[in-house]
């Protein structure tokens, strides 16, 4: 089938399901045009959170769509793909957690979540943060209480660095933005001496310290229109070039190369494509469901960042 015809089709059953699409910063660019609302974890929380439309289309990995369905249980969520899965999620298993937690019972630990993670993770932490919040809701944590930040062991270390605040770290990490190194930096950087380097918090330290500013995937945005440089060398899943060259007209964005590629890859992201997504509209399926016990206890560090993240 013709793109065109697809895309008609897609908007036509999203009519009738009274759904709405919404799409991360890393999906396809052909997803990014046709959903509804582009966004990173915290703002596509924000949406699916207030939604009034009866079925969410979730183009993004399984864990943000699962986040939806925590926020706003009485909608269908839709994921075109549920192996659409993350390796961050995947390094901190919540049975894990829970023995470390057990065993280390007298620390009384304020565990910290990465949005990044299972529902049965979410459901053993105080509070979440995404990229975009976490040196605000760290700030919050508890001064008397030690804290445990999971899964990624980056940006937890990023933002103990940031806020001031010692942070036992879950050694998890990104798969895609491990990969970067700080010899690729140094090479993109002398090819393009006047680029800046914006980098997004799941890198590795020894890359973030070369970075001029390093940000959630929204703030990239803002912030390269706003700079005065003229070019940048943009450390993140390739996904959000697509972004910048649309939002941000007249300026030039460099994708860092990696060891095989020309620019870095979330094959999970990548996973969704218009064919699936228009199969899931017909046939409201793959549909995330949870089990309402646990969606309960996940809804409260979730909300809990919500309310944080809303204050003045
Ligand atoms: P953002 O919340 O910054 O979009 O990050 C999500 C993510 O999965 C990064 O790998
Ligand atoms: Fe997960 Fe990394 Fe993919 Fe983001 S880029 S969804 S952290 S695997």
Redesign the pocket.
Known sequence: MATEDLIEEIQRLKAERHAVILAHS?QRPEIQDIADFVGDSLALAQHARSTECEVIVFCG?HFMAETACILNPTRTVLLPDLQAS????ASCPAEELAAFLEANKEKNYYVIAYI?CSIGVKALADVIVTSGNAQRIVETAPADRPILFVPDQNLGAWTARKTGREMTLWNGA????RQFTRDQVLTMKEQHPDAEVVCHP?CEEVVRLLADHICSTEKMISYCRESTAKSFIIVT?SGILHRLRKLVPGKEFIPLATGQCSCAE?E??KLNTLEKLRDCLRDLSPRVSLPEELRLRAQKPLVRMLELSARP
Do not use: P, T, W
């Open positions: 890393y990995v993350c390796s961050l999620e990044n990104c798969h895609v933005h799941e899943e979330c999970f992201m």
